[in-house]
Nanobody
Framework: QVQLLESGGGLVQAGGSLRLSCAASGRPFSNYAMGWFRQAPGKEREFVSAITAGGGSTVYADSVKGRFTNSRENSKNTVYLQMNSLKPEDTAVYYC?????????????????WGQGTQVTVSS
């Protein structure tokens, strides 16, 4: 079992930045690839980014490529999502998820554990 706790969400103006953190506990964090997803009001949850268990490879949704950076510190059992140049359309609840594998997954069913989410609101 892995427990995930997101933090760092909040209200920011368009063009601003936020850094989300996801702290993991319960199992060796370095065995898990990690993903970030988001869900806007009235929309389906969508993939944002993922990182391999070792942190050597990342992938991003086209909508955030070049603006968001996914990273992890396995010594701290934490994964981060640095979000720059935020847009109102980035407003959503952001979730981190853990996958019992090294490789990256883009689908929700690729992930075994989920956090509760943190709200990000970008005002125009």
């Amino acid at each position: 079992q892995v427990q995930l706790l997101e933090s760092g969400g909040g209200l920011v103006q368009a063009g601003g930045s936020l850094r989300l953190s996801c702290a993991a506990s319960g199992r060796p964090f370095s065995n898990y690839a990690m993903g970030w997803f988001r869900q806007a009001p009235g929309k389906e949850r969508e993939f944002v980014s993922a990182i391999t268990a070792g942190g050597g490879s990342t992938v991003y949704a086209d909508s955030v490529k070049g603006r968001f950076t996914n990273s992890r510190e396995n010594s701290k059992n934490t994964v981060y999502l640095q979000m720059n140049s935020l847009k109102p359309e980035d407003t959503a609840v952001y979730y981190c998820a853990a996958r019992r594998a090294n490789g990256i997954g883009k689908g929700q069913t690729d992930y075994n554990y989920w956090g509760q989410g943190t709200q990000v609101t970008v005002s125009s």
